[in-house]
């Protein structure tokens, strides 16, 4: 804590134009741990030009039958009911610097979970966890007159495999219609998406899909063209080229 506030009280004074902002960088927007592992560090990059005060917050992703999903805020639960925890949850990181967060998934491995994380610039506040007196909090804000509506929050999912992780993933394609069914208990990624011509040519913009377990996803296309991706099934990866 000691050592947060002499950051704080360092960076915060450092001349800094009215315009200035944080800009943060969180990785991976998806990020997957894998069934025999309970924790994944993610690094946080500011490559702006003055320092970022972010809260980190953590939802679960329930989904219904229908595959909608509802969200439920864990912050303010007890820390023993928390499925996933962010720590720390409050990150003070440098112009052009990094800090990292450490998550600890403490619940159940029956069944895969989803959990949305959010990385949230904030200005300063006394008492609310970074260790900044009032008037290195006001310091701040009044450095970020002109440059307080460009704070922006940033997010990314994670999603927690269960223990004993099995795959079992249909493809076929008849008359243009690609169908792709997840029966395993994980979810698996569409990478490299796309609809060509023929193989790796008159290609259409790549795209990323997720197919949760037990869902099942038709694409449309041509009869003439190819579906081309990448089939991933946790670490294994496997090129598809499906035509007919």
Same mark, same amino acid.
């Given at each position: 804590? *000691? *050592?947060? /506030? $002499? &950051?704080?009280?360092?960076? &915060?004074?450092?001349? &800094? ?54 969200? *439920?805020?864990?912050?303010? $639960? ?17 112009? +052009? ?6 998550? $600890? ?13 959010? !990385? ?23 450095? $970020?007159?002109?440059?307080?509506? &460009? ?7 994670? !999603? ?9 993933? %249909?493809?076929? /394609? ?18 490299? !998406?796309?609809?060509? /011509? ?11 899909? %997720? ?6 996803? +038709? ?26």
């Amino acid at each position: 804590m *000691i *050592i947060f /506030r $002499l &950051l704080a009280s360092t960076l &915060l004074a450092l001349p &800094l134009v009215a315009s200035a902002a944080p800009e943060l960088n969180v990785g991976a927007l998806y990020d997957y741990l894998d069934g025999d592992k309970s924790t994944l560090l993610k690094r946080v990059r500011n490559s702006g030009d003055t320092t970022a005060f972010v809260k980190v917050s953590v939802a679960e992703l329930v989904y219904d039958a229908a595959g909608v999903a509802r969200e *439920i805020d864990t912050d303010g $639960l007890p820390l023993e009911q928390r499925g996933l925890v962010a720590s720390p949850a409050r990150l003070i990181v440098p112009a +052009q610097g990094m800090q990292a967060v450490r998550l $600890l998934y403490r619940g159940s491995r029956e069944q895969e979970r989803y959990f949305r994380l959010r !990385f949230v610039p904030v200005l300063p506040e006394l008492d609310d966890g970074f260790a900044v007196d009032e008037q290195e909090a006001e310091k701040y804000r009044d450095s $970020l007159k002109a440059g307080v509506n &460009l704070l922006a929050g940033y997010g990314s999912l994670l !999603f927690v495999r269960p223990k004993e992780t099995r795959y079992k993933t %249909h493809v076929l /394609r008849q008359g243009g219609t690609l169908s792709v069914a997840n029966e395993g208990n994980s979810t698996v990624v569409l990478d490299h !998406f796309r609809q060509c /011509r023929a193989q790796g040519q008159g290609c259409e913009s790549a795209t990323k899909h %997720h197919l949760l377990p037990g869902r099942h996803r +038709q694409f449309e296309g041509h009869p003439t063209k190819v579906h081309q991706f990448e089939l991933h099934e946790g670490a294994k990866r496997q090129a598809q080229v499906l035509e007919g």
